[in-house]
């Protein structure tokens, strides 16, 4: 499980950590906080920056000012976090299946 979230966090970073929706992350795993806090944080993460790419797109789109690459860079960077999150969900579906199918 540790392994999971250790990889959760390397992906945070190397998707741009350091904004203000990836510091609730690091903050609640590292402190000794749940697992579904981290989770619910890292999943906030994302969702927010899904949302600040949109609305760069959104801005492009209308002509105000935003720039092509600075858009295409937060839509890959939203696109990556997101598939970083559909990775670590199939790694604890699969856990949790190795879990449920372990003899008693």
């Known amino acids: 499980m540790n392994t999971t979230l250790s990889a959760l966090h390397a992906a945070a970073r190397s998707a741009g950590a350091g904004e203000a929706g ?3 992350v690091a903050g609640a795993a590292g402190s000794g906080g749940d697992f579904a806090a981290a989770l619910k944080g890292a999943l906030d ?3 927010a920056r899904q ?3 949109a609305q760069l797109a959104k801005g492009f789109e ?3 000012g935003t720039d092509l690459p600075e858009v295409m860079i937060n839509m890959q960077k939203a696109r990556l976090a997101f598939q970083t999150t559909m990775q670590v969900r199939n790694k604890l579906v ?3 299946q190795d879990i449920m199918n372990m003899p008693l």
């Open 45 to 47: 993460a994302v969702s």
């Open 62 to 64: 209308l002509g105000d």
């Open 94 to 96: 699969a856990a949790y």
């Open 22 to 24: 990836d510091v609730t």
């Open 51 to 53: 949302d600040h790419a």
